[in-house]
């Protein structure tokens, strides 16, 4: 399956806003993009990434303390780096 430049964009877009949102755990998120996006293995993602595979599938299972580091290593293939974003308040 090939995915046109566009399709890619609204893709990753798509899965940005999800995190964003709140909608979307990091992990799942780092999932899509690696399966989706690119289409890799664990094994191939992760060398691409320079990170271990064993980080790799911590990082996919919401598991252990992630470094800023290695998070942005996996973002960083699809434009992206972990941030900071405003929460919006529910007023009542």
């Excluded at 064993?54 to 299972?61: G, K, N, S, W």
């Excluded at 290695?70 to 007023?91: D, H, Q, T």
Aim: glycine share 8%.
């Amino acid at each position: 399956m090939t995915m046109t430049v566009a399709e890619r964009t609204v893709l990753i877009e798509s899965i940005q806003e999800a995190l964003a949102q709140g909608t979307l755990e990091i992990g799942e998120a780092v999932r899509r993009l690696r399966v989706e996006v690119t289409g890799l293995h664990q094994t191939q993602f992760a060398k691409m990434c320079k990170i271990s595979v064993r980080t790799l599938v911590h990082i996919e299972h919401g598991e252990g303390n992630q470094t800023l580091k290695s998070l942005n290593a996996v973002f960083r293939p699809f434009g992206l780096k972990m941030g900071v974003v405003r929460v919006r308040r529910e007023i009542n």
